[in-house]
């Protein structure tokens, strides 16, 4: 909960940056922002190097007497390209698996990528449940017949998130690769998932965190609220 319309002047330099270094034209870089900047960023983005996405979505889909709510539909005619779901902060406001999965299916039905958040609380690491966790946040948000190639895991340990906590990077690449073969096994797909990493991401743990091979890309919290910690740790991941 985050941004007003001057914060467009964020999205501005961390779009003009990306449009000036050449090594960033092989990285995608997403931002997701309040609904009600979707349209505006959209629209306002000249020569776009970055993509627009959402936070967040109503599980019932299209129009209906839910006051207030926004569904996925609406999302993808603001202009949204990605959206985020199942982030532990929605989570711990009461979301259920069963909620977070109806809202992916009206996420795909509109074609949006979806980051589908995952990750265990500090008790279940203390607990050895990480992989129990993971495993039933999975399998108990996604079906077989999702287009999986629309769907991309963000691993965020909610211990981590917000504390500079961050994992071992041995321990990171043993979950990471856990949830690739786990989800690959259990829908049959070809090929392995993209998954991120997110949690107390910053310039000064990027080039440690980018040394775990395994990890496909990272979802960025609280750095991006400024344009130059952004940037800072695009820097630092090329050093």
């Not at 946040?137 to 504390?163: D, H, R």
Request: overall charge positive; aromatic content about 10%; charged content about 30%.
């Amino acid at each position: 909960m985050f941004g007003d319309f001057n914060s467009f002047k964020i999205i501005y330099k961390i779009n003009q940056y990306a449009k000036r270094h050449k090594k960033t034209k092989k990285t995608k870089i997403v931002l997701c922002v309040p609904n009600f900047l979707i349209d505006f960023f959209k629209k306002k983005l000249k020569q776009k190097a970055v993509s627009i996405g959402a936070q967040n979505c109503y599980h019932e889909e299209g129009y209906g007497p839910f006051t207030g709510a926004t569904s996925a539909a609406m999302i993808k005619k603001m202009g949204a390209e990605y959206i985020i779901l199942g982030h532990s902060e929605n989570r711990a406001e009461g979301e259920t698996p069963q909620l977070i999965k109806k809202k992916i299916s009206s996420a795909l039905s509109q074609k949006l990528n979806v980051i589908f958040c995952i990750g265990e609380k500090l008790k279940d690491k203390k607990n050895g449940k990480t992989f129990s966790v993971i495993r039933n946040q999975i399998q108990t948000s996604m079906e077989k017949k999702f287009n999986k190639n629309k769907i991309i895991l963000a691993y965020e340990p909610v211990w981590s998130i917000g504390t500079n906590r961050i994992p071992k990077n041995k321990d990171l690449r043993n979950v990471i690769k856990f949830i690739k073969k786990n989800f690959k096994k259990k829908f049959n797909t070809k090929k392995l998932p993209k998954v991120l990493y997110g949690g107390s991401v910053s310039k000064n743990n990027i080039q440690s965190l980018s040394s775990v091979k395994e990890i496909d890309g990272f979802l960025i919290g609280g750095a991006s609220q400024s344009d130059k910690k952004f940037i800072d740790i695009i820097i630092n991941y090329y050093k």
